[in-house]
């Protein structure tokens, strides 16, 4: 077994799309705690957390971390966060 945990920390909002910018500001936030991965951040309906959608996109780059943009951008992948 692994010697890493996983906080899951429930934030409720009212649809999909407020999900999803809700989270990304969250991930904003945290990007400079080093134990924080916000690439890999993804949210769920209440009564179905098995099915997930992405925040980010889900790419993994050089050195294990993931991309930064939103899942559908274009161009290449970053670790840096774009401005809409």
């Not at 909002?13 to 991930?27: C, E, H």
């Not at 945290?30 to 309906?45: E, F, K, M, R």
């Amino acid at each position: 077994m692994t010697e890493r945990w996983v906080i899951h920390l429930p934030v409720v909002a009212s649809d999909l799309l407020s999900a999803q910018r809700l989270a990304r500001v969250v991930a904003h936030w945290t990007h400079v705690l080093p134990q924080t991965d916000p690439g890999g951040t993804t949210v769920s309906a209440e009564d179905e957390q098995h099915a997930r959608h992405w925040v980010f996109c889900d790419r993994m780059l050089p050195g294990g971390r993931r991309c930064l943009l939103r899942p559908d951008h274009d161009g290449e992948c970053s670790r840096r966060f774009r401005q809409r």
